[in-house]
């Protein structure tokens, strides 16, 4: 009944949800896709065995929205002008419109986010087979939602390719599973303050748990609660599924305002009921795994309470791992899929391939799952695809504010933070696991254990990954950038105004060079050129992508006379997917009709 009930409200937002779309309320509970499964079961069960730690994930999200000015409506403005759609799109652009650090960044992204979506299928699971009481494998119960949420995923994130790459419907259902998950958080919270009081810090500090009601103490503490809290801040910007909802998705950037303060809150709310919660587990359940205390605690308010607790995380999983899974499509379908398709004169099937990259990203958190997910707890799981994502932010950051970084620097400093990040997080997971031997690293010297690097001992294994990848990385960066010039800017990019034109009729139709034409009309200067080249590549990115948009322009721009046997003296109009240049199918141009419409809603949007 609530996937029903969601996924009609998806439809309907998408037919008739265009003031509750525009809404700033709307935004602001699309955010709270940061708040996932993790949030609902595994916040609590961190309480129960480190205490107040599990706050620095949302004082990190918080800091960032402090800064909103500085960083995000610098970058919402930066998207609207170039058309990003996500952080690999601003990597591509700003360091040469270099394919190699777009599909890099892209393929590293899909990596390391499998441990954050098998995340979401375990709880689901867990949460699932604990109430139910069945003994059926948690992996049977984890495959088949991970089905079920990629055919959401294609049904309402992929029914068509949008030039804007925004889904109404969807931010809609997003938003609703937002309240959903608040709410239920919200009740738990108050049965636990009804029923018990303050009780469970009474009991707690009776049995000696006290320092699970404080910050952790000493220097490593300090460490783990700064580096965490950092962590938290750089995952919350450069998370795709966050840029997707934060910047593309935004429809005014007014909303900003808003959000900047009422997200926190969100968040303040959300984390209000965790540590009674985690102690109320801890006490009453100690023989429930820590990751089940808000189920067992649920359990005991009655069958109603229980199902509302498993809503409210089923809610949350969801949102994460649709929103996740369809930014990651469309990152893929940029600057891996889009490139190759044009190459092989076969784009007419990008919408496709994008379905499929859905559902195989999905299987692969589910293998990932099945092969490290099952040895692990859910915020292991999550920490880890986290300190993956803040390998963006020394070229994300660093492209953003100093025209000093390279390309080279960029690359040399991404490669190093993957490489450190799975020496230190990944591999050591698949230990733990079983699936490679548990004397891997006995042999290593001490100050090379993954765990332990230069003699560096005692610190959190996550804390100690992330300081290590994020130092390796910042500083290959800056090393190479300093060490060699900044790039000289590609070359060929202002093509003739005629040649521009007819690639545009070519991908886009008569709208389109006409577009253009009347553009080149306004235009004065020894620039007209490069702005036409501008031009032509903003009309281009709705429907390649950023990375598609410039792999073979020259290509099928030169591609202008008719097919062999054809009249030259027609015009000749080809269509994405033919084998001799960029259609399906060839057929001579003629002026559109009356009840002609442009193949992208940009083309009129650009032509008023």
């Known amino acids: 009944l609530y996937r029903g009930v969601r996924c009609r409200l998806a439809r309907l937002g998408g037919e008739r949800g265009g003031r509750l779309f525009q ?9 709270g896709v940061y708040a996932t499964a993790w949030t609902f079961f595994g916040s609590a069960g961190w309480a129960a065995t480190s205490g107040p730690l599990f706050l620095t994930i949302y004082l990190g999200p918080t800091l960032a929205l402090a800064l909103w000015p500085l960083l995000h409506l610098r970058l919402l403005r930066l998207a609207r002008a170039h058309r990003l759609t996500s952080w690999a799109d601003f990597l591509y652009l700003r360091y040469g419109r270099d394919p190699l650090l777009g599909a890099v960044a892209a393929g590293f992204l899909v990596l390391g986010l499998l441990p954050y979506l098998a995340l979401q299928l375990k709880a689901i699971a867990q949460a699932f087979l604990f109430l139910s009481g069945e003994a059926r494998p948690l992996g049977d119960v984890a495959l088949y939602t991970a089905l079920l949420l990629a055919f959401f995923t294609v049904l309402f994130g992929t029914r068509r390719l949008d030039p804007t790459e925004r889904h109404r419907g969807l931010v809609l259902a997003v938003a609703f599973e937002g309240g959903v998950k608040l709410f239920a958080m919200l009740a738990l919270g108050l049965y636990a303050l009804l029923g018990h009081g303050a009780e469970p810090f009474r009991e707690a500090v009776r049995r000696g748990l006290d320092p699970l009601l404080l910050p952790p103490q000493g220097l490593e503490g300090h460490l783990a609660w700064t580096g965490l809290t950092f962590l938290a801040l750089l995952a919350f910007l450069f998370l795709p599924r966050q840029f997707h909802v934060a ?68 809610s949350a999983a969801t949102a994460m791992v649709v929103v996740e899974t369809l930014a990651l499509s469309i990152l893929v379908s940029h600057h891996l899929l889009a490139p190759l398709l044009l190459r092989r004169q076969a784009l007419g099937h990008l919408l496709l391939f994008r379905r499929g990259t859905v559902l195989a990203v999905l299987l692969l958190a589910y293998l990932y799952f099945r092969l490290a997910g099952e ?117 060929g990019r202002a093509g003739e105004e005629e040649a521009l ?97 442009p193949p992208t809603g940009a083309l009129r949007r650009w032509t008023a």
């Open 23 to 31: 809404s700033p309320w709307t935004y602001t509970l699309s955010l």
């Open 247 to 314: 910047v593309v998705e935004n429809t005014d950037e007014r909303h900003l305002a808003l959000a900047s303060w009422a997200f926190p809150l969100y968040l303040l709310l959300l984390n209000l009921p965790i540590l009674p919660l985690a102690l109320l587990g801890r006490l009453h359940h100690p023989e429930v795994p820590p990751a089940l205390h808000v189920l067992a605690v649920a359990r005991e308010g009655g069958a109603a309470l229980a199902f509302l607790a498993f809503l409210g995380g089923v």
């Open 375 to 491: 040895a692990y707890a859910l915020v292991g799981m999550g920490l880890i695809s986290f300190v993956a994502v803040a390998q963006l932010a020394p070229a994300g950051l660093l492209g953003l504010f100093w025209q000093g970084s390279t390309r080279e620097g960029a690359l040399a400093g991404l490669f190093g933070g993957i490489l450190v990040w799975a020496y230190t997080l990944l591999l050591p997971a698949l230990v733990r696991s079983g699936w490679l031997p548990q004397d891997l690293f006995a042999a290593l010297p001490s100050f090379l254990h993954p765990e332990g690097l230069f003699g560096v001992r005692g610190l959190d294994p996550v804390v100690h990954g992330f300081l290590a990848s994020l130092l390796a990385n910042t500083g290959l960066h800056l090393l190479v950038s300093l060490r060699q010039p900044p790039s000289p800017p590609p070359s």
């Open 501 to 597: 034109a007819d690639l545009l009729e070519k991908f886009l139709g008569p709208e389109a060079r006409e577009s253009l034409k009347a553009y080149a009309r306004t235009l004065k200067g020894p620039d007209k050129a490069e702005r036409l080249a501008e031009r032509s590549e903003a009309l281009l990115a709705g429907a390649l992508g950023l990375a598609g948009r410039f792999s073979g322009w020259r290509e099928c721009a030169s591609s202008s006379s008719p097919p062999p046997g054809r009249s030259p003296g027609r015009r000749w109009r080809r269509r994405p997917g033919s084998r001799n240049g960029c259609g399906p199918m060839l057929r001579p141009w003629r002026p559109p009709g009356a009840n002609w419409r």
